[in-house]
């Protein structure tokens, strides 16, 4: 983490150790998996007294300004509910601006599905500050993370049948349509392979791809579209033999007549 925002965190810290309202707090994300570096954000989960979770984020909207010289702005997530808060910030100090993700979770309602995520595969190493022996209770109880998981046969029949629209987008030349199959095509590239090759209990997709072979992770990067419909087309033809390749000859499903349907339609692209 970066040493300016490192103070930042610090600071603020202090100030909800002495609030009335905040039980404890622990480290999340990178932080408590040891994958930190410079350009890593703070992640810092507070756990709220019920009866102070409706006015605890006016209090963060208070307290903020004592750790930086101007809140920019704070952007909440779609799933904040009256059981958990994470609002991300952009504090202004020192002429920079740095990103502040805050995470309140109310102790009233901390077996809501969204408030265990924050505290799956929480230790005691993650513990920030604990007034009053909550927060090491939810790292003696906490959920464990789960490896990646997929249906194989779904996964395959799911590209074939994308793939199979991108034909017609091509010929359309439907950058806007195209673009959209290919990401869904991406989509299930990425769990295709993770299904093989998780290894991490914790993050979502985007931290996981992090640990399958570099080669894997070099062709799912060819998952984009352009304006120039005749690299598109010569991309997908790659990106479909990786894909033939990792889901080992598409198993038990016949995917000749889909392959030999669409080098045909799109041959004079």
Not at 108 to 127: A, N, Q, R, V
Not at 166 to 177: G, W
Request: hydrophobic residues 40%; proline residues 1%; aromatic residues 14%.
């Amino acid at each position: 983490m970066n040493k300016e925002l490192l103070v930042i965190s610090n600071d603020f810290i202090e100030i909800m150790r002495t609030t009335d309202w905040v039980l404890g707090a622990w480290n999340f994300g990178s932080a408590m998996h040891g994958g930190t570096d410079e350009y890593s954000d703070a992640d810092i989960v507070f756990l709220v007294k019920g009866e102070f979770f409706k006015s605890a984020e006016e209090s963060l909207n208070r307290l903020l300004p004592g750790v930086c010289d101007e809140v920019i702005l704070c952007w909440e997530e779609d799933f904040n509910s009256g059981a958990v808060i994470n609002n991300g910030y952009l504090l202004e100090k020192n002429g920079r601006i740095f990103q502040f993700d805050i995470f309140l979770l109310n102790k009233e309602l901390i077996d809501d599905f969204m408030c265990k995520i924050h505290y799956t595969e929480l230790s005691e190493k993650d513990i920030i500050f604990d007034k009053d022996g909550s927060v090491r209770a939810l790292a003696e109880s906490c959920p464990q993370g789960e490896l990646w998981s997929g249906d194989t046969d779904r996964l395959i029949r799911t590209y074939l049948y994308h793939f199979s629209m991108t034909a017609k987008y091509l010929l359309r030349e439907d950058y806007f349509k195209l673009n959209h199959v290919m990401r869904v095509l991406y989509d299930s590239h990425v769990s295709l392979l993770l299904t093989k090759y998780d290894r991490k209990k914790w993050g979502g997709a985007e931290n996981k791809l992090r640990f399958i072979p570099e080669d894997k992770k070099r062709h799912l990067m060819q998952y984009y579209c352009t304006a120039d419909f005749a690299a598109d087309r010569e991309r997908l033809v790659r990106c479909f033999e990786w894909f033939e390749e990792d889901s080992d000859g598409f198993g038990s499903i016949n995917s000749i007549a889909v392959k030999e349907y669409w080098f045909k339609a799109t041959q004079n692209i």
